[in-house]
């Protein structure tokens, strides 16, 4: 890309992702002929597709698209279709086989969630009380989620 534009307000910053066959970016202002809002590349065809105007952090495991639009959604490989996996999650990581993200609570905190990509197994692991714009990212792996909660570095197995 000649540029990706992202706009820096408070802790807002510009979101990108990477797997080892495609590139996934948030784009914050229109530059270049490249409008606002998230996009993925296909690193060997060179294929640019926009996720969508209104779809920020976008979150790519090899097979595996997770991105925020009025609530989280995903786009498993194979399939192209968009799932809903939460209307009020955000700020998500996304495995081969779930993904874990901030959704707020009933009492003001957040609640860390990790949900399956199908079968909609969900296991809320934690709570943040800052919201997810300031707290450490969830960093995820095939079977483990990670996160840090009031200072303490959390560790879980995924077993959906």
């Known amino acids: ?30 530059a270049d002929g490249i409008d606002a809002g998230s996009y993925l590349l296909d690193l060997t065809t060179r294929e640019k597709t926009r996720i969508g105007v209104e779809s920020w952090r ?19 490989a194979g399939t192209g279709e968009t799932q809903e996996l939460d209307p ?11 993904a874990a993200y901030f959704r707020p609570a009933d009492d003001g905190g957040y609640d860390i969630v990790a949900r399956g990509l199908t079968g909609r197994y969900e296991q809320v692991l934690g709570r943040a009380s800052e919201p997810p714009w300031l707290a450490s990212s969830i960093a995820v792996a095939d079977h483990h989620v990670a996160f840090i909660v009031a200072g303490v570095p959390r560790l879980f197995v995924w077993q959906g």
Not at 58 to 76: A, Q
Not at 88 to 98: C, K, V
């Open 88 to 98: 009020l999650g955000d700020f998500a990581a996304a495995a081969s086989t779930f």
């Open 58 to 76: 976008p979150s790519l495991s090899e097979d595996v698209l997770v991105y925020s639009e009025d609530g989280l959604k995903s786009v498993p």
């Open 1 to 30: 890309m000649p540029s990706a534009i992202a706009s820096v307000v408070g802790d807002s910053v510009w979101t990108y992702s990477l797997s080892s066959t495609k590139l996934a970016w948030e784009q914050h202002l229109t």
